[in-house]
């Protein structure tokens, strides 16, 4: 059974933090590259942040320095700690596998987080 469930976005100011979570199902967390991704309205979702198995990581420009992402496989769980947060960060924020999951032939995808940064 395949499971994303993401929580933890909410209306930030600039400037603030934020800590997603995503639980994942257990076979898809063990064995796959996690990574969070972005989309806002009229544009592709897009990815910011991934994590390997092995918990090497890599970030979009626009987010280094700023965001962290991590996993714990106690929990089955993706962590994004989003900090000095800016208005362009504003978006609705996915976990997912990479490449993204397949569940009967379609991209899967869980209802996602919003995040809103504005003041």
């Known amino acids: 059974q395949v499971q994303l469930v993401e929580s933890g976005g909410q209306l930030v100011p600039p400037g603030g933090s934020l800590r997603l979570s995503c639980v994942v199902s257990?076979?898809?967390?063990?064995?796959?590259?996690m990574a969070w991704y972005r989309q806002v309205p009229g544009k592709e979702r897009d990815l910011v942040a991934q994590?390997?198995?092995?918990?090497?990581?890599k970030y979009v420009n626009a987010v280094a320095g700023r965001f962290t992402i991590s996993r714990d496989a106690a929990t089955n769980s993706v962590f994004l700690q989003m900090n000095s947060l800016k208005t362009e960060d504003t978006g609705v924020y996915y976990c997912n596998s990479v490449p993204v999951m397949i569940s009967e032939s379609r991209p899967y995808w869980g209802h996602g987080t919003q995040v809103t940064v504005s003041s």
């Open positions: 257990e076979n898809i967390f063990r064995t796959n590259t």
């Open positions: 994590i390997t198995t092995g918990s090497i990581r």
